[in-house]
């Protein structure tokens, strides 16, 4: 049973540039929600989707983009990339029962750094 | 904004001694996770408690709901090396849809 994948695993982008990072859900997951964790603090919700729409967004510029395949795998977008984006970027996946998340199982995340 | 306070921010111990972390908010949740994370990947789901009052065992690690359902705890006992680590919480909102963490308790157990 495959966990939630992600790729790439790291990524170095310079200032202005744009990035996408990929994830793939646990198998039997519809939703793929996205994290930032900036170092030494706790993960910040970015947003959710669920049925290829973005459900829920957190606090987060619209330079922080997203989309969700039929296969339900999602990507996350950011333009214009600012020094503050340096993070390690989590994917979780979950299954909407009833229009209730269950438990949400998180990637092994992308680390991007900024420069 | 749901807010969760989470203490201490860091605990360093000796093995074999005991220790708790708590996890405060002034909201509600309708349930709440803890995880553990190790550097450079991504939290490990340890427990999620769903009723008020919950206490639920992982085998060292007893984990514990507020009444309220606005605070939890976290209590190792016999703590090994092998705990260390960045502890979370994160409250699920009433859908589930969203997780509010805490900001970790790291975790240092001596030998």
């Known amino acids: 049973d495959a966990g939630v994948t992600q790729s790439p695993t790291h990524l170095i982008k310079t200032r202005g540039q744009q990035v996408t990072l990929r994830c793939s859900p646990k198998?039997?997951?519809?939703?793929v929600s996205w994290y930032q964790q900036a170092l030494g603090q706790g993960p910040q919700f970015i947003f959710q989707y669920y049925e290829e729409e973005e459900r829920q967004r957190g606090n987060f510029p619209d330079r922080f983009s997203g989309h969700q395949f039929p296969n339900y795998s999602s990507e996350l977008n950011v333009n214009a990339l600012l020094l503050g984006d340096s993070a390690l970027y989590l994917c979780a996946s979950s299954l909407a029962v009833g229009g209730y998340q269950e438990t949400q199982y998180f990637g092994p995340g992308t680390r991007l750094l900024v420069l | 904004t749901q807010l969760l306070e989470q203490s201490p921010q860091f605990l360093s111990i000796q093995e074999g001694e005991n220790l708790t972390v708590y996890c405060n908010s002034s909201?509600?949740?309708?349930?709440l996770q803890w995880y553990r994370q190790e550097p450079g990947e991504g939290p490990v789901l340890l427990v999620t408690?769903?009723?008020?009052?919950e206490v639920k065992k992982l085998k060292r690690l007893t984990f514990q709901f507020g009444d309220a359902r606005k605070d939890s705890s976290l209590h190792i006992t016999a703590a090994q090396p092998g705990d260390t680590g960045l502890y979370l919480c994160?409250?699920?909102?009433?859908?589930?849809?969203?997780?509010?963490f805490g900001e970790g308790t790291q975790l240092t157990v001596n030998p």
């Open positions: 408690v769903v009723t008020g009052g």
């Open positions: 198998s039997g997951h519809d939703t």
């Open positions: 994160a409250g699920a909102s009433t859908s589930g849809s969203r997780l509010t």
């Open positions: 909201s509600v949740f309708s349930s």
